[in-house]
């Protein structure tokens, strides 16, 4: 998969991506589950995980996980940990509230057996009263020394600590031990209502104790850890990293004897999984595609052919299935069959490929994460709301999420909130706050900002940037400008009507289709004096021989605008054209293709846009994070904390003294002093219902103020060995990792060698 996306930079961080490759699965639609979310239209997509009991699951073998690399950090908290970071220390320590299927923090008994408010006045104090019987890997209880610890190296006091961020901890007044160690009180300075979220995941008190062990110790080793699993080895070499079951867990005992999470490139999982290098693996819709059609002449379900148990893929639905996987159809693939030695050796390649696939399902669920279109106000066109408005009312969103939910079997209903989720409590559709889509009245909103059919041509003055469309009172005489640019339009509309239509405009578009095939084209960019414009005059000079008399306008007479062009917005002579940001990686098809309908809608109401495509590597960093963009595609994960999460996502940026902006994760630079105010108002109301009104009203203002659109719910796509039971798409919900294992027994081997 291409990463393309943005980290919360929290505990939970999961990295986002935008994803990914159109497709067409042989996969049944998922059927949505009941919803507990006021909105009744909120349906969650449930997990597709095989869910087994543990009776049925097999004790011991050894699971290979792909992940995208070998974290550079096992410390959840520093900046650069990642979705690795979280999916193995998942495994190795203590997360005391994770999200469950509904994504809603739940209290994980294996850690504690309560955890409540018991206090709100004078100050709020939460008492968290541990299990007994958790202890460190080491045998030591866990206990307040290691809330203490924790509390102290993210609360932000400290600055040697290096720390993503400290949300909540540093509302932290003291942690006290209550009646003994497993016990622990935490009063806090001021009210917050997401204390759930703090102390996960728990380090313990030898990682973030100093300085050295919290910023360096726990990069690539955790020597004290207290999950179902410890880590045995992280090899960068290998790109792998493997977990043991932990013999002093004091809960259900893992089904597994190793987790292996070997490094795998997107690219490259379609194969690791045909060699059998993986047993898991994150992949995209084409090799989704592929493992659908190993099942297909497997013999539907995955298994063997009817005509006899355990036999391999028969040669003709090999070539079947090759025909089809290479757009091809059989007669043709036959008799290329026929004619070349390397499309048999091809064939046989294939089938061997379709064979392994073929032992593989595809889990799949919508994953807790949306993707949207960015309008960055910082400066130009988009500093105005007016013009952000009329974009977002330009979209069909429902189109944008067919395109990529459809083809996949999945609901595709677009995003109603930026906070929440389908099926997530509190969830309720905010989308009406900036209307239908409707492109008349976005037309509307960009002529009241200014923006007209032709303005591009011609410079319109007494117009006032971001004022309202001007209305001039009765009797008024134009003034002599305005009238000199009315009249030559009229000319120009009389004389378009009698010119012959310009041979060269078809070359221009033949150009323009072929130059976007390549990193940077314009689409709707017809300037005066180009190709297609008519920018040159044509003269009396010009007139050929037996032309009709008084068919060719006077020397300096402007040629007639094409159509194309008049129908181009600007203002003051400058057209309204927005550079338009996209990632180029090959697991980014996705985006691509839903950037193409973007600007496809955005061309029918007059708008240009400028495309670029860049490295996905650089795309972030270099485009989205430093604020060079107008339109961008990226995605934020979904949180149980929105009031804590979303803050720094749709804060109104400051200016720092140099001039520039301070936008924390607030990479469109658009919000508000009232945005700011909701967001602190819901953080500190203890009251649950209380706090989702807030955060319904913060998102309502978030839509009317259009700087971020969501398009979509991203899928999740995950490959799973048929025999695996309790893995694949999670959805909202953590992994139990301890309930993970095979139905039927594997052999025995090295967990680091790839094989079960």
Known sequence: MSHVGVPRGTARKRRSVALLATGVLTIPVLAGCTSDSEDPTSVAVPQDIAPASR????????LNWAIDAVPSTLNA?????????????????????????????????????????IEREPKQVVLYKLNQQAVWSDGREIGAPDFVAQWRALSGKDSAFWTARNAGYERIEKIERGKDDLQVRVTFSKPYADWRSLFSPLYPKEVTGSPGTFNDGARTTLRNTAGPFRLRSVNKPKGTVVLDRNPRWWGDEARLDSLVFRAVEPGKRTDALAEGTVDVADIDP???????????YRGGNGGPPAHGPGAGITPAAALRSWALAHG???????????????????????????????????????????TQLALNGESGPLSDDRVRRAIARTLDRQEL???????????????????ALAGQPGYKDGSGALGERDTKEAQALLADAGWTPGGALRSTRDTKAGSEAEKKDEGEKPAAGEKAADEDEDKDEKAEKAAKKDEKAEDTEKDDKASREEGEYTVGDDKPGSRSSGGSG???????????????????????????????????????????????????????????????????????????????????KDHIASGDYDLALYSWPATA??????????????????????????????????????????????????????????????????????????????????????????????????????TARQAAGPPANGKK
Do not use: C
């Open 538 to 620: 044509v003269t009396a000079q010009d007139k050929q021989p037996g032309g009709v008399a008084g068919a060719y306008a006077p020397v300096g007479t402007a040629a007639p605008a094409p159509a194309a062009v008049k129908s181009r917005l600007g203002k003051d002579g400058k057209p309204l054209s927005l550079r338009f940001v996209l990632p180029s990686g090959p697991g980014s098809q996705s985006l691509r293709t839903v950037g193409e309908k973007i600007v496809a809608m955005l061309d029918s109401i007059g708008i240009s846009t400028q495309v670029t495509k860049v490295a996905d590597d650089s795309y972030f």
């Open 77 to 117: 908290f520093q900046a650069d940990a990642d979705g690795a970071t979280t999916r193995i220390t998942g495994a190795l320590l203590p997360s005391l509230f994770p999200m469950d299927a509904k994504g809603e923090p739940r209290l994980n008994p294996d850690y504690l057996e309560s955890a409540k408010v």
């Open 55 to 62: 009776d049925r699951v097999a004790d011991g073998s050894t």
């Open 328 to 370: 091809s159809d059989e007669e043709a693939a036959e008799t290329a069959r026929a004619a070349r030695e390397e499309t048999r050796e091809a064939v046989a390649v294939y089938a061997a490929e379709q064979k392994s696939l073929s032992g593989f399902a595809v889990r799949k669920s919508l994953e807790p994460s949306y």
């Open 286 to 296: 084409a090799t989704a595609n592929s493992i659908a059609l190993a099942a297909r």
């Open 401 to 419: 999420a067919d395109a990529v939910l459809k083809p996949l079997g999945l609901p595709a209903k677009p995003p109603g909130s930026h906070l």
């Open 641 to 742: 904390y929105p009031a804590t999460d979303g803050r720094p996502i749709f804060a109104k940026p400051e200016p720092a003294t140099d001039g520039s902006l301070l936008v924390a994760q607030n990479y469109t630079r658009v919000g508000s002093d009232h945005i700011d105010q909701l967001f602190d108002r819901a953080v500190a109301e203890l009251d649950a219902d209380a706090s989702r009104d807030l955060l319904k009203q913060a998102d309502a203002r978030i839509w009317a103020a259009a700087g971020s659109i969501p398009l979509y719910q991203r899928p999740q796509l995950v490959a799973v060995d048929k025999k695996l039971a309790n893995i694949g798409a999670f959805g909202f919900a953590a992994p139990r990792y301890q309930d993970i294992g095979f």
